[in-house]
């Protein structure tokens, strides 16, 4: 588990000396992101989102996470490919603490079910994110009244 995640095993030992050995502790994983303070703020009021900033948590474990965020964000992976993604639009620091909510939340998948942890790589990454935005381009379109039609590359290059 750990050495897919890009945990080593000294992290993973903060982590559960942090958290405990008993996952029932934390009933879904938004309960444990949000206490590991990795998920976005929400302070709203009259309706208007004031800020969405993490909340100011000091805790080891979220610092492990944030550690093997930055390992992975270096890595030919799926979770090295997202990193990769958010750092060029939200810049490092968010794009890191996303990355290791990510994490987190796969990790408590795999502390309260088992089993092991398959990278499905970059290149699978890479093709559901093309997938997602061409999906989202036709039904922008559509709601515009209009439609795409695909081309093949060989017509576009001249």
Known sequence: MA?????????????LSEVGLDPSRFP??????SWLGLCPGSRITGGKIK???TPPVVNRAANAFRMAAQTA?????????FYRRLRSRLGSPKAITATAHKIARIFYKLWTSGGDYTDPGMDYYEQRYRERMVNNLHKKAQ????????????????
């Open 28 to 33: 879904t994983v938004k309960h444990f992101t």
């Open 51 to 53: 800020s969405s900033q």
């Open 143 to 158: 709601a515009f009244g209009f439609e795409l039609i695909p081309q093949p590359l060989a017509n576009l290059v001249s």
């Open 3 to 15: 050495k897919s995640l890009y945990i080593s095993v000294l992290t993973v030992q903060i982590i």
């Open 73 to 81: 964000g270096k890595s030919n992976s799926a979770l090295g490919a």
